[in-house]
T-cell receptor, first 110, second 116 residues
Framework: GDSVTQMEGPVTLSEEAFLTINCTYTATGYPSLFWYVQYPGEGLQLLLKATKADDKGSNKGFEATYRKETTSFHLEKGSVQVSDSAVYFCALNRDDKIIFGKGTRLHILP | DTGVSQDPRHKITKRGQNVTFRCDPISEHNRLYWYRQTLGQGPEFLTYFQNEAQLEKSRLLSDRFSAERPKGSFSTLEIQRTEQGDSAMYLC??????????????FGSGTQLSVL
């Protein structure tokens, strides 16, 4: 079945470092792809999405590009902040529901 | 606050007891989802409704689990004869699919269930 695989955490970086969180997917057809984020003590919320190949989703300085050739949707940010510390989930849609990866915990040190 | 609300926030129960959780979605949203999340895992789909119709239920879902959305507004998730393996965070989400699939889900803060 359709699935998402993302890099295991935790990922620990210093403030202002460059961030990449890898995500690959397995799916029939071309699903929409998402990154959701869960900040400490808060509910899951959508960070960004891309609905077709070569689309780039962006929000809050984060970006991810839908790569059909490599079935990937890696999350990047050029300069992370302490406030970016959270758990990040890569996801895809299949038949009106969202399928999530296991999540990657990110710690940003001041 | 007009977000998705879930009640209770925490529930501790003994094995074999029944529990019921409630979710109030964003008022104009016609789709409502239930997910389960355990520590270190992503949310796992359980079931979803469009208005009052339950359109899909995960094959992984035991028949001890039942969900309703009687008037197309709030929803309840009941677990009968709870087991320790049911301990998890139960998440509710809603959406308004203006453009079809792939729309944004709005999540509640969840109900943390602990089965002793």
């Amino acid at each position: 079945g359709d699935s998402v695989t993302q890099m295991e955490g935790p990922v620990t970086l210093s403030e202002e470092a460059f961030l990449t969180i890898n995500c690959t997917y397995t799916a029939t057809g071309y699903p929409s792809l998402f990154w959701y984020v869960q900040y400490p003590g808060e509910g899951l919320q959508l960070l960004l999405k891309a609905t077709k190949a070569d689309d780039k989703g962006s929000n809050k300085g984060f970006e991810a590009t839908y790569r059909k050739e490599t079935t990937s949707f890696h999350l990047e940010k050029g300069s992370v902040q302490v406030s970016d510390s959270a758990v990040y989930f890569c996801a895809l849609n299949r038949d009106d529901k969202i399928i999530f990866g296991k999540g990657t915990r990110l710690h940003i040190l001041p | 606050d007009t977000g998705v609300s879930q009640d209770p926030r925490h529930k501790i129960t003994k094995r074999g007891q029944n529990v019921t959780f409630r979710c109030d979605p964003i008022s104009e949203h016609n789709r409502l989802y239930w997910y389960r999340q355990t520590l270190g895992q992503g949310p796992e789909f359980l079931t979803y409704f469009q208005n009052e119709a339950q359109l899909e239920k995960s094959r992984l879902l035991s028949d001890r689990f039942s969900a309703e959305r009687p008037k197309g507004s709030f929803s309840t998730l009941e677990i009968q004869r709870t087991e320790q393996g049911d301990s998890a965070m139960y998440l509710c989400a809603s959406s308004f699919p203006a453009g079809g699939v792939g729309e944004k889900l709005f999540f509640g803060s969840g109900t943390q269930l602990s089965v002793l």
